[in-house]
């Protein structure tokens, strides 16, 4: 190094490559267990986490310094990071200051751009974890030692009194935050000791002299310490040994592993230290590992080279120079025309001696830590994936032999110095690149999960969570006011935590018509989940399941309490395969975004169905537009109907959120079952087995307004588009927060499924208009919308300040569009006088429409010849629909067949709205048989896609029940509105209404086996 200067800019840029690389991506990585448990234990008050902290294997100081931290900074992931950065940026500058003085400053710079780039070393800096805390206590110890080692004669007994002091704070300081951490006084003792003897025996005292004390006195006071920090140590020992004997015993033999042997433990530690954790597909960076070790070791055995003649030769000693004087001493070099400083730390008048010391004390300091965690994994294997973190305070010393190594080749072949150099720095990049692209625990990543009980949770719910780890989760990512989360007092279901269960279904304080609290159960699956099972299905018996997701390898599962409910009797039957025999519901009044709607229905399983079918729930308005939807299995999925045995009852409940943004009002609930494979619904039929559709009404249900808003993103949008509305006379009012939109390219004559998305940004005194506007480039209107918000039924006179609102638009788009883009746009304008509101925010600002996005319209083919019918017949529907004949593809079938049937259909005019074509197969009593209803085409030939004078054709197929008895059929044919099951009537030439159905002319005979 040309000075001083260089030498502090240099070690002062190593510092901030350190910092960079250890700040960076500190969000990309999930929470994992250990750092869940780290902000676990800190988020406890002191007296409760040094009680937690006892069975714990680690003791206190780590996390109640990140307490303390916390109260700075945050809980979040990159707050509670940071402390981990802090504590692995300092120890590279620190790791500097010790190479210089135990060798020298090129050694010191080198080592600690190797820790600097060092992957593991990084790896820790940004784990909520005390290892890095203690890597740096440990460093400082040493750099402690070494400052004593130095000053014995220097120093007056304040300044000696201080660095004892200073040895004793810092060392215990690491004891309190790791149990390995007493493996640094353990190797420093043994340096002392063996350096005592050592000296004593060859009869060295004059060369080791410090200003008349002598190594007996050194070791003396040496032990004088130990036993202040083992006097200081010991309370701890005592409170926590008992509990951390059991905890590790328990831990060990639940976990299976099985001991190590010495080299494979070494290998895997030293290659650890230099390559860190690698990523899955990084395999290819093994090879790299042994070049650290052999710089190690080439450091290690060429040092005594370096020091002869190169760097240190104690013949250039000047002739002042005197045994127990100066700990340093300068000279010339003369091949090199430069001055080098050579630093004695122990104070050795031989040079040969004092350069086995500082090789003695580097090996001293990696290898008793790594033998002692050799022989703990012999009697305790723990042996999970990174349990090298363990012995991270060892690192220090490694990186310093690599050093040693680099600096040798420096003095010896340069080229083999740079390309050594440029090797490490490749492997280092390449291995921190998987780190900072690739997670590292995926599936165990709770951030999308706690997202979702933010959007969702209320502070009056409670989180109740099996591991302590998923506490911590939640007081990092929650943000906000957070519901009660509440660690469950055993590992294991039994009577006292069914009671916590208990007691926090019955508390409140209530959400509208809920009596108690809801709970949130994260359920983790990874480990059997044998008590998340049995917590499970108490819950569904004695709660209601409004939610069930999976996250990767946990469950995250919602359950309202139990709400007073209106009982119904039935029944109300399935397609003669499953009986609703009783039932009953919450009508309400229910908070929308807050209030769950509780069922319970009583089934009764008939006859076999064949495949998974699931129970729906809808909450509809009048048009039948859907609000709220629950599709599940029974019992959340663990008895379904396929598991039921013939004539088997069981009791289900259900909970179904109210989505927020519900306009207030009257809402109907509504039950179907369908097969999960094609969606199709089993009939429900009156007592005359007349089939009423796929679905029933149990009841209505009243939605209020929120007592408090729930947050914007519960609203699911999927299109955010952030803008503000301000009337003329009144100022910004609305915000308009996006829209959710069907898929394209859209179709002529099919109805576009438009939400749009709206927040009161003052209480609302006046009425607007809501239009929706399709226009193509040149500018061309092509259809237009214009009602108040949700089809007039929620003006906007009623909204409130902070209010959300869902305004649903069903906009058909006209069968005579041409193919081609468009534009679609919305806007509001004022009922009074027409006068639009201004967009005054947002990249929109100034225009008097927010333009939302292009859509893409391909239409179909249209047929205006007559086609050739082998049934023709001419049977008027409404005012614009003709059915002129049909093509049947056979008139025999055996029960459980397909019936083809083609109807062909003539447009007199376009239709406005979507109808349904039923086709239905009635036996002698017109009992229907057989089904094939659907759109015309399968949904290609939507009836608002019709153009005057087109010819149709519409393929059905009749699905006949398995069990339908042999006999002559007829089919009945008609049209009808699927929201309301309105049929469209048949009318005769004059008008005159003669029914809502034509049957067809043909017979269709259904033939048993026998036949």
Not at 144 to 155: I, R
Not at 364 to 389: D, H, K, Q, S, T
Not at 819 to 848: C, I, K, N
Request: glycine fraction near 10%; aromatic fraction near 12%.
């Amino acid at each position: 190094m040309k000075s001083t200067t260089d030498r502090r800019a240099l070690a002062s840029l190593i510092t901030l490559l350190a910092f960079g690389l250890r700040a960076i991506r500190l969000d990309l990585q999930p929470l994992w267990w250990d750092e869940g448990y780290s902000l676990y234990f800190a988020t406890m008050d002191l007296a409760a986490m040094v009680a937690g902290t006892s069975s714990d294997i680690h003791p206190p100081f780590y996390y109640a310094l990140l307490h303390f931290w916390i109260a700075l900074l945050g809980s979040s992931a990159v707050a509670v990071r940071l402390l981990s950065v802090l504590a692995g940026t300092l120890t590279v500058p620190l790791l500097y200051r010790v190479g210089r003085r135990l060798v020298d400053g090129k050694v010191g710079m080198l080592a600690s751009l190797v820790m600097a780039t060092a992957p593991f070393h990084v790896y820790y800096s940004q784990e909520v974890r005390m290892y890095g805390l203690v890597t740096l206590l440990g460093l400082l110890s040493v750099y402690f030692v070494l400052l004593l080692l130095k000053t014995w004669e220097t120093a007056n007994r304040r300044r000696q009194i201080v660095l004892w002091a200073g040895y004793v704070a810092i060392t215990l300081a690491a004891l309190y935050t790791q149990y390995y951490a007493a493996f640094i006084p353990l190797f420093q003792t043994a340096f002392i000791m063996g350096y005592s003897v050592l000296a004593q025996f060859k009869r060295r005292k004059e060369a080791i002299r410090q200003g008349g004390i002598s190594t007996a006195l050194l070791l003396i006071r040496w032990l004088i310490a130990q036993g202040i920090l083992l006097l200081l140590y010991i309370p701890w020992i005592i409170y926590a040994g008992r509990q951390l004997t059991g905890y590790v015993i328990g831990k060990v033999g639940h976990e299976g592993y099985r001991p190590l042997g010495l080299w494979t433990f070494l290998g895997q530690h030293l290659g650890t230290f230099g390559l860190g954790h690698l990523a899955p597909d990084q395999g290819y960076l093994y090879w790299a590992g042994p070049l650290f070790f052999l710089l190690a070791l080439l450091g290690t055995l060429g040092y005594s080279r370096i020091g002869s003649g190169r760097i240190c030769n104690p013949a250039a000693r000047p002739p002042d120079y005197k045994s127990g004087g100066s700990r340093s001493y300068s000279f010339t070099d003369s091949r090199r025309q430069r001055l080098v400083t050579c630093p004695e730390p122990f104070g050795f008048a031989q040079g040969r001696l004092r350069r086995r010391a500082s090789i003695a004390f580097l090996l001293l300091y990696l290898l008793v830590p790594l033998l002692m965690a050799y022989f703990i994994n012999l009697r305790f294997p723990f042996a999970p994936i990174g349990r090298e973190r363990l012995s991270l305070l060892a690192a220090p010393a490694y990186y310093l032999l690599i050093g040693l190594g680099l600096a040798w080749l420096w003095k010896g072949p340069r080229p083999l110095f740079w390309l050594s150099t440029l090797a490490l720095i490749c492997v280092s990049g390449f291995s921190l690149y998987g780190f900072y692209t690739v997670e590292r625990y995926p599936q165990d990543d709770y951030r999308p999960l706690i997202a979702r009980v933010q959007i969702m949770a209320s502070p009056d719910d409670a989180i109740f969570c099996i591991y302590p780890w998923q506490v911590g989760y939640f007081e990092s990512y929650y943000r906000g006011e957070r519901p009660h989360v509440i660690l469950t007092s055993s590992g294991e279901w039994g009577p006292s935590v069914q009671r916590e269960v208990e007691e926090l279904l019955a508390k409140g304080p209530a959400l509208s018509a809920v009596e108690g609290r809801r709970l949130w159960v994260p359920a983790y699956q990874a480990k059997g989940g044998i008590m998340e099972s049995q917590m499970e299905r108490f819950l569904l018996a004695n709660s209601y399941p409004i939610l069930n997701e999976w996250y990767e390898t946990t469950r995250l599962s919602f359950y309202a309490p139990e709400s007073r409910m209106t009982a119904s009797q039935g029944p109300l039957n399935f397609d003669n395969r499953l009986q609703l025999l009783e039932y009953a519901l919450a009508p309400g009044p229910m908070e929308a975004g807050w209030g769950v709607v509780t069922v319970d229905l009583l089934w009764l399983k008939e006859r076999r169905l064949d495949g998974r079918y699931l129970v729906g729930l809808r909450l509809t308005d009048q048009a039948g537009r859907t609000w709220g939807q629950r599709d599940s299995e029974p019992m959340a999925g663990l008895s379904p109907f396929s598991a039921w045995r013939e004539g088997e009852q069981m009791l289900d409940h259900y909970g179904l959120l109210v989505p927020a943004g519900t306009p207030p009002g009257d809402y109907q609930l509504r039950l179907g079952v369908y097969r999960a494979a094609d969606e199709q619904g089993l009939t429900v039929l009156d007592e005359n087995s007349i089939p009423q559709g796929t679905e029933a009404v149990l009841g209505v249900v009243q939605v209020v307004p929120p007592g408090h808003q729930p947050p914007v993103e519960a609203l699911a949008i999927e299109h955010p588009l952030s803008a503000n509305l301000a009337d003329s006379e009144e100022g910004p009012i609305l915000r308009f927060l996006g829209y959710s939109l069907g898929e394209g390219p859209l179709k002529p004559g099919q109805v576009l499924k438009l939400t749009l998305f709206w927040q009161a940004l003052a209480d609302v005194s006046r009425d607007y208009i809501v239009f929706v506007q399709l226009y193509d480039d040149k500018g061309k209107l092509w259809a237009n919308r214009e009602t108040a918000p949700v089809d007039g039924s929620y003006p906007t006179a009623s909204w409130q300040a902070g209010q959300l609102v869902r305004d649903p638009h069903d906009f058909v788009v006209p069968a005579a569009v041409p193919d081609g883009p468009y534009h679609l746009a919305v806007g509001l304008y004022r009922v009074t006088d027409g006068e639009r509101l201004a967009v005054v925010s947002g990249p929109q600002r100034g225009r008097d429409n927010l333009a939302l996005t292009e859509v893409n319209i391909l239409g179909r083919e249209h047929d205006y010849l007559k086609p050739l019918v082998s049934h023709p017949l001419q049977a008027r529907f409404g005012q614009s629909v003709v059915l002129i004949g049909y093509d049947l593809e056979a008139q025999q079938a055996r029960p459980g067949d397909k019936l083809g049937l083609t109807l062909y259909w003539h447009a007199l005019s376009p239709v406005d709205k979507s109808y349904t074509v039923f086709v239905h197969l009635l036996d002698a009593n017109e009992v229907v048989q057989g089904w094939g209803d659907s759109l015309p085409g399968g949904g290609t030939l939507l009836t608002t896609s019709w153009l005057a004078g087109e010819y149709l054709q519409d393929r059905h197929e009749i699905a006949i029940k398995p069990e339908a008895p042999s006999g002559e059929y007829l089919i009945e044919v008609g049209l009808y509105e699927a929201i309301s099951g309105a049929r469209l009537p048949v009318l005769d030439e004059e008008g005159q209404m003669q029914g809502d159905r034509v049957l067809l002319a043909d017979t269709i005979s259904i033939l048993n086996d026998a036949q």
